[in-house]
């Protein structure tokens, strides 16, 4: 009978019988509350306690978070106290967890959702899980004072290290990794003879770009119109959404070129019909250049009047010709199929030099 209880008396102790240090990961179930935090039950021989700051964040009531009869995993922070209980933490387990599947996004090259916890001299910090994080001004897609606090941003991890505390993200490349897939898709997709529309985003001297969803399409400025147009913005304006014709497309280097005015009618099938050599025309001077002046002689049609006609005009009328003046001239030569009309200020022949 003694040798009995003797045995029964060694379980017992294998039961209360623990190693637990600090830094331990363990098991324990809520059993109450005080008013420093959570009491838990590891399996010890004493009951552990968990503070409300190790807990819930501010705000947060630790009964809702930890609720009694729920099992939970604890970090020991702290060992025996003199009343023989443990320290413990709930947000250092949730940190290592969250720390984990940061790690994983990473390798993963995942688009992660961050919450601005404030902004700060070089950057934004967001809040990813529980984990701190800092968003360079240089990586951000926005302005820093277009974002407050509790702003939703959708990031890439640059850097990750637990060790270090150091974590980096970009929202920038979030929309650079994913605008390198749309180019692929638009490109893959895309080719000369499309009517396809688009957003003018950007306009220059030479023209103006079209975002045709994804990529930027130039649109030069002499496939703007049939008619002479001295700058993009004569018929343009950022924000237009237009029906533009592609008309190469170079997938080397990526680059897509446009017209607008192939979406209309060709002004010179029209002037081939009305217009033949030796007729009596009148027209607009639209340009003046060195070697003669551009005469408008049928919507959206430039004929040349060389400088020798130019000169003998001027001096028969004492004026100087200038653009916007309407002039009677006669078609010396017309190529329909070059686009080429010559003009003369004489009938039937060419100015004297």
Known sequence: MAAKKELDFEELLKQYDYNFQKGDLVKGVVCGYDS???IVDIGAKTVASVPTREAVDKGENIEEKLKKGDEFEFLIIKEEDDDGKFLLSRKKVDLAYSWQELEK??????????TVAGVVKGGILVDISGVRGFVPSSQLRAKETDLEAGTKLELKILTLDAQQNNFILSNKKVYEDSAVEVRKNVFSQIEPGQVVKGDVVRITDFGAFIDLGGIDGLLPLSQLSWRWIDHPTDILKVGDKIDVEVIAVDHDKQRVSLSLKNLEPDPWLEAEKNIKEGDKVEGTVTRIKHFG??????PGVEALLPHAEVTEMQNASDTILKVGDKIMTYVLKFNPADKRIALTVNEGGVAEE
């Open 36 to 38: 420093y935090g959570a």
């Open 105 to 114: 996004a990473k390798a993963a090259d995942e688009t992660i959702l961050g």
């Open 293 to 298: 002046a551009f005469v408008e002689v049928f």
